[in-house]
């Protein structure tokens, strides 16, 4: 099999933008549910619905650039 370079870079694009997508939103999204006093269970819902969305952002735009 061919070893293809520019399939692996955007294997790696896709990873590395996801992992920190996800970390970036997990801690902005923790950081809007305390400024905001979301109550409860809601504040994880919120902080996981945030987490999702930036990670995804941040992969699609992560792996265009590539």
């Known amino acids: 099999m061919s070893d293809n370079a520019c399939l692996k870079q955007i294997?790696?694009?896709f990873g590395v933008g996801a992992t920190l997508g996800a970390s970036v939103g997990a801690?902005?999204?923790t950081f809007d549910?305390?400024?905001f006093k979301i109550p409860g269970l809601y504040k994880i819902r919120?902080?996981?619905k945030t987490t999702i969305s930036t990670g995804?952002?941040?992969l699609?735009?992560?792996s265009w650039r590539a």
């Open 11 to 13: 294997a790696m694009n």
């Open 27 to 29: 801690v902005y999204g």
């Open 33 to 35: 549910a305390f400024r």
């Open 46 to 48: 919120h902080i996981g």
């Open 56 to 58: 995804a952002v941040s």
């Open 60 to 62: 699609l735009a992560r």
